[in-house]
């Protein structure tokens, strides 16, 4: 059974434009703006890259509709923590929540923060000197303004976003005008650049979609989840389907296959092209903007599963507290800010991440495994049920099973060490559990 306590005196203040939202920012990054030649590298023409964004776009879609229908089973606060402890048992929940909390959600915001300090120093002419300040700046910033209220910290993200869909038509509107006046052939093959093939491609393209499952840490607060939930995930996955086919088919347009392929800023690129000096300082300014309402949904939902491990006894008791007036997990929050300013500090956010990456996407396949659990042994009435089940869960979980598999692969020490930290999660979970059944004595 779950424990509805997860997510009592949590204010549903989240509507279904909010949330949509919540699912574009919790994806878009500066990925977007800044690595696409990576995947072009590994194409042999416009054609199969494009055709690889859209495909992973569906298969990330697929993955989101399966979380849609697990969000309605259970709208409370924790997302896929929530799923594995009930489906598997407490242990794969606590080894979830060590890894992410530890590496993944910490790492990724010290990492983005870091890219945000970076493009903001450029977009303003700040000195070099000025990034560290900047970095703890923008998580502190995201933090705070969280500690106020869902409905403070959903507008502000609602702005954020909005100016990142805003960047990314700016920068489509100039790829397609520039291409109206000597574009490059949209579609061409590109032998010389055909690289590790199709499936090569597929690895950095998922991950820049991955961070869909953001929306459910925060189903609690979700207002008519069983309704709001799915619709917000298909809306939102149309919005960033359509936002990166979109810019690549502005980069193919300006640059060209072989272009982007050698391109390490495609975004800046294209606007320096429209616009000179200006443009790029624009682009700058739209990428610090893009990275820090995605490191603002990382913290807010990290601190959410911070929470509710807390309410079952395998995080500090005190972590699960909710503000009296503003029901936020302040403490939370504001733990697992203070663990990203470290990180970014010590400057060890990006080794912490690449040794753990892989973890993204493999909890993503745990919990869309979860939902076979979830329809043998809770068959009551829902809203929303994934189509097309079991072949698209599976083809959702064999997918990235195979991409798991690749990355060790490619980075088997970096894997290794990810796996070692899930693994040493094992005897922590031990020490706490004795010590919480110890406390309840």
Known sequence: MHDSSLSSGYLRRLRLWDAALIVVGGIVGGGIFLNPGIAAQRTGSGLSLLSMWVGAGVLTLIGALCYAELGARRPQTGGSYVYLREAFGPLPGFLFGWTMLLVIYSGSSAAVATIFASYAAAAFGLPPGMALPLTVGALVFVGGINLFGMKLGAQVQNLFTLLKLLAVAVLVASGLYLAGVGGQPLLAADPAHAGAGFLGATLPVLFAY?????????????????????????????????????????????????????????????????????????????????????????????????????ADGLFFHSVARLHPTYRTPNLALLLLVGWAIVLALSGTYGQLLDYATFGDWLASAAGVATLFWYRRHDAGALSFRMPGYPWLPLLFIGIVAFVVVMTIGDSPRNAGIGALIMLAGVPVYAVWRRLFSQARA
């Open 210 to 310: 991955s961070g869909f499952t953001n929306l459910n840490n925060l189903a609690g607060e979700v207002s008519e989840p069983q309704r709001t939930l799915p619709r917000a995930m298909f809306i939102g996955m149309l919005l960033v389907i359509a936002a990166y086919v979109l810019v690549n088919v502005a980069y193919l347009a300006v640059l060209g296959h072989a272009g982007l392929a050698t391109s390490t800023a495609p975004a800046a690129d294209v606007m320096d092209r429209m616009a000179g000096p200006l443009g790029a300082k624009l682009i700058a300014l739209g990428i610090a903007i893009s990275t820090l309402g995605f490191c603002n949904i990382t913290l807010v939902a990290g601190a959410r599963v911070l929470q509710a491990m807390g």
